[in-house]
C-alpha cells in the first residue's frame, strides 16, 4: 500500500500561480505512476495530469496544457503540480493518486490509492 497526503492548496486570484505537493509513504514510491485529478462541486472528478514511474513521460488534460506541470522525486517520495495562469474555472479539489500501469493513465480506475485532497480557489 502507499498513503497519499496533499499539501499546498489555498485561495489565490485569476492570474495566480500554487504549487501542490503530495508525500507519498508506503511502498516503493518509484513503482507507481502518479496523477493528480480534481473535482468541482457539482461535477466529476477529472483527470487533470499523470506522470510515469521514472518521470521521463507526462501527460495533461487539454484544459491545462501550457500552464500546470506535473514533476516527481523520488528520492523524496513527492510528486508536484506547478500551477500558473490559474482560472476561476480551475477551482477544485485536487486530488493526488497513484497507480500502477502507464496505460489509460486518464481514467480514474487505474489508480488504486487517492489521497484526501487539497482544496484550490481562484478568486476572479
Known amino acids: 500500500q502507499v498513503q497519499l497526503d496533499e499539501s499546498g492548496g489555498g485561495l489565490v486570484q485569476a492570474g495566480g500561480s500554487l504549487r501542490l505537493s503530495c508525500a507519498a509513504s508506503g511502498r516503493t514510491f518509484s513503482s507507481y505512476v502518479m496523477g493528480w485529478f480534481r473535482q468541482a462541486p457539482g461535477k466529476e472528478r477529472e483527470f487533470v495530469a499523470a506522470?510515469?514511474?521514472?518521470?521521463?513521460?507526462?501527460r495533461y488534460a487539454d484544459f491545462v496544457k501550457g500552464r500546470f506541470t506535473i514533476s516527481r522525486d523520488n528520492a523524496k517520495d513527492a510528486v508536484h503540480l506547478q500551477m500558473n495562469k490559474l482560472k476561476p474555472e480551475d477551482t477544485a479539489v485536487y486530488y493526488c493518486a497513484a497507480g500502477r500501469h502507464w496505460v489509460d493513465q486518464t481514467r480514474i480506475g487505474r489508480y488504486g490509492y487517492w489521497g484526501q485532497g487539497t482544496q484550490v480557489t481562484v478568486s476572479s
Open positions: 506522470i510515469s514511474w521514472s518521470g521521463g513521460s507526462t
